[in-house]
């Protein structure tokens, strides 16, 4: 798909998992190209903050399909999910002078990254 068409396509599917991540209590703390970052259970929102996640990153999955299903029957390429998980503690806060943005660190983070990164 063309540029035009792939941002106008990731703005309905981001905003979109933005509700889903509102409804479960996680908290969006970045778009990486095509990635969605999100944590529960940080500012304690969440009652069980892994079930939050696992019925929020459910809900996800099932929209892109969704999706997908939708625009393949239109005759259209499309995308597919994959998801990484992890539950355990993590350092959050913000770093650098410049373009302050908060961010989550540590052994959880990068084991839910290269979940998501072995996933079909």
């Given at each position: ?8 396509e ?22 990486i ?6 944590v529960?259970?940080l ?16 809900a ?22 994959r ?9 959050a ?28």
């Open positions: 798909m063309d540029t035009q068409e792939l941002v106008r990731l703005n309905i599917c981001f905003t979109e998992i933005d509700h889903i991540a509102e409804r479960f209590d996680a908290e969006k703390l970045k778009t190209g095509d990635g969605y970052l999100c529960t259970g500012m304690n929102k969440a009652k069980c903050p892994a079930n939050s996640l696992l019925m929020a990153a459910l996800m999955r099932d929209f892109i399909e969704q999706r997908r299903l939708q625009k393949e029957a239109e005759g259209r390429v499309y995308w597919g999910v998801l990484g998980l992890h539950v355990g503690p993590v350092v806060g913000v770093v650098g002078q410049h373009k302050f943005a908060f961010d989550i660190w540590g052994d959880t983070v990068n084991i839910a990254a290269r979940l998501e990164m072995a996933g079909m």
